[in-house]
């Protein structure tokens, strides 16, 4: 006999079928045993009688979360055991076998309830089991589903999706880079990508036109309920295109998205702010202009500026260092004219207080990189060591180009109504840093440190 899903096996009322899954709960009314027993797909109550000798033998041991498989006939309720709470609650399966799959002893953690209150580390160390709260189970669907018509969505548009490479050379973001040992080349490193920055402005420069993707960036940096130190990002990037173009397009897709997941959009088409504007009126680039807890408010907030400060009196990049100036800057920036003044082309979206996508229109042009680069406190030297590849490549032909990286992570978590990205993350890291189940960072064993020249000078004892 086959296995149905619950779903299915709950519609074939009065045939005999197969499911299997975990006991959800067991009661036990007189000599009856009752399991509702679950499935992704669903729950559903099993009986078991004295009458079934074997059956019954094998359900006298069963408890919670053991996994079973049932054989029996799919009968409707009588009229006063209908249970309207559950989807499958006017059918029960009358088991007729029942075997033993896996045994569970008792969970380290409960699943019943949403587990917020459950501390991290353990719901974390245990997230497989974890996993299997409803509400997890839920959000896990969902970020599938945003995956699913985002895709359609882009495709449909004529993006193409391009993987690039996670092992690279540092991009700047913002952040600390996480590095990865050569073997080959002894001494030297890869960076894990922060983004895939310059690689899709290459690709703009190779002809692509319209790219996305759905790239992990890893950024070594303190985590906070919406940082891990590996996020998903819908990376965009598209060629002869204006500022207006690429919000546009990423309004398009988030109204798509939205509206496929039956959410709701307090304004459209979504406001455009300036920086000044939200600045002077919240006191801050992510103002929540949301009225209803229910829906989803939506902003553009534009006119960043180039640079900002830095503690040591010179300047950095607002965004990234590829960020272009509006054009009634550019004679400024190589002048090295009113630095703190510079607007960019920036533009960054923003849902219920929480950024979900940032971007810009580029530099296109080497001497321009070379400038804003220079007033960032890059010397000559460290221009061409780090960029060299970008400068030459803006000279073979170089489209103007622009694009945008949406949160993916954030994303979902304000469709999902969720405070922190972790609640719809399978398997994320602790706020400490450690990851989920497998307990790294680990020490490496001395083999591999020789094998990539490595010595450990200085070790942090574990608190
Ligand atoms: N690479 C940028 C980021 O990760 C996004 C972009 O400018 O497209 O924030």
Known sequence: MA??????????????VEIAGWINTRRNHGKIIFFDVRDASGLVQVVVTPKEEESYKVAEKLGSEDVIS????????????????????????????INL???????????????????????????????????????????????????????????????????????PEGARDFLVPSRLQKGKFYALAQSPQQYKQLLMIAGIEKYYQFARCFRDEDLRADRQFEHTQIDIEMAFVKREDVMSAVERLITFV?????????????????????????????????????????AWVVDFPLLEKTDEGGYTFAHNPFAAPKPEFVDSLMKEKELANLQSLQYDL????????????????????????????????????????????????????????????????????????????????TSGGQTSVMDAPSEANPEQLKDLGLKIIEKEEKK
């Open 70 to 97: 049932v054989v029996g006939t799919v009968n409707k309720r009588p009229a006063e055991n209908i249970n309207k709470e559950i989807e499958t609650g006017e059918i029960e399966i009358v088991a007729e076998e």
């Open 3 to 16: 296995r149905l899903s619950i779903s299915e096996a709950s519609k074939k009322q009065g045939e005999k």
């Open 258 to 298: 939205v509206g496929k997941i039956g959410k709701k959009i307090e304004k459209k088409p979504f406001p455009v702010l300036t920086y000044k504007e939200v600045m002077e009126k919240y006191k801050t680039d992510r103002p929540n202009l949301n009225k209803n807890k229910a829906d989803l408010s939506f």
């Open 350 to 429: 923003v849902c219920n207080g929480a950024e979900v996508a940032g971007g810009s229109i580029r530099i296109h042009e080497p001497e321009v990189q070379r400038q804003a680069l220079r007033v960032m406190g890059y010397s000559d030297k460290r221009i061409d060591d780090e960029f060299g590849h970008l400068l030459a490549a803006y000279k073979y032909g170089a489209p103007v180009h622009g694009g945008i990286a949406v949160g993916f992570d954030r994303l979902v978590s304000v469709i999902a109504g969720e405070e922190n990205i972790r609640e719809v993350i399978a398997f994320p890291v």
């Open 101 to 171: 799959i896996g045994k569970a002893v008792a969970l380290p953690i409960p699943i019943e309830g949403d587990g917020y209150d459950v501390e991290e580390s353990i719901r974390f160390k245990y997230r497989y089991i974890d996993l299997r709260r409803p509400r997890l189970q839920k959000n896990l669907k969902l970020r599938h589903q945003i995956v699913k018509v985002a895709r359609a969505f882009l495709d449909s548009e004529g993006f193409t999706e391009i993987e690039t490479p996670y092992l690279s050379k540092t991009t």
